[in-house]
Structures are given as structure tokens and as C-alpha cells.
């Protein structure tokens, strides 16, 4: 069953809407039947809002993700973890600034328990001791890691989101 907003009227009698090749295929990728649209500008926005829903679509599910994983602390933030970093560093001797950034103490850190593994290559405890800091390391950074990328894919959204109103807008 054709709806009517799918059919373009002419004097000649049913035309239907000429799309380009590309606009087609993207069309058909996103599962969507290119003859329910009318105009190439139709299509586009149509393009645009399934887009932006698969987009929200894989932020939720990661966001569900992060619920269902057992984590004794939740909801961190960068700062969270920069200050967990810091803390970690200190508990190792080392002295950082208080603008450095995540990257700069992490990799203080790393040096530091390499020098420690190092040198403690003939006694277990202090080997066992620096696998621990790297540990606690690893899971500081895996923890950041997940924060930066949760919210790169939320300001993701949020741009698609601002560009699908522009393009809708006209401006």
C-alpha cells in the first residue's frame, strides 16, 4: 500500500521522487524504503534523524553496559579518577603539580613501578608490592578511559543533535 506522501503528482501522472544514488544506498543501509520519501532534502532528514537515533541508541547501551558491570565505585568523574591518579602517585613518592594532566601523572606513575620491579628483581615482596600499584594502575586507567569515551559518545549525540535542528531549521 502506497501512502500519498510517498508519490510526487505531475501532469503527466505519478513521478517518483528522484534521488541520488548515494542518498539511495544510505537509504537502504539505515533499513529505510527509499520510495517513502519525497525530495532529496526529505531524505536527508530523514538520513539525519535515524542516524542520531542509532546514535542514542549505542550511548544507551553503553551506558547500560557501565550499570551491569559490578563496580564497587560508580557515576566517577575525570576528576574522580585524576585525584585517585594523584593519590596513587603519592602513595608511591611521587610529587605532582596540580595542573597535570591524567596522561602526565600515569605516565610518572608507570616509571615509577618500573624502577620499582626493576630493582626489586631478587625480593618477591617488593615485586608483588609493584604488580599491586600496577594493578591499581591499570584499573585507574581503564576507568578514565571508560568516563572519556562515555562522554565523547554523549557530546557526540549532543553535536548530531545541534546539526539535525540546524539542518531542520534551515540555518
Known sequence: MTSFNSINYSRGGFQQPQLSSSTKNRLESLGIDPSLVTSETQAQAVIA??????????YAAIQNAKQEEPTEQKNLTETDLIAQAKTLAEQLGISIENDATFDEITALISNAIQDMMNKAQNDPSAMERAQQYQTMLAQITDEYNNVTTSNSGLYSAMSMQANNTRYMLGL
Request: aromatic share 10%.
Open 49 to 58: 534523524k535515524k542516524e542520531l537515533e542509532k546514535c542514542f541508541e549505542e
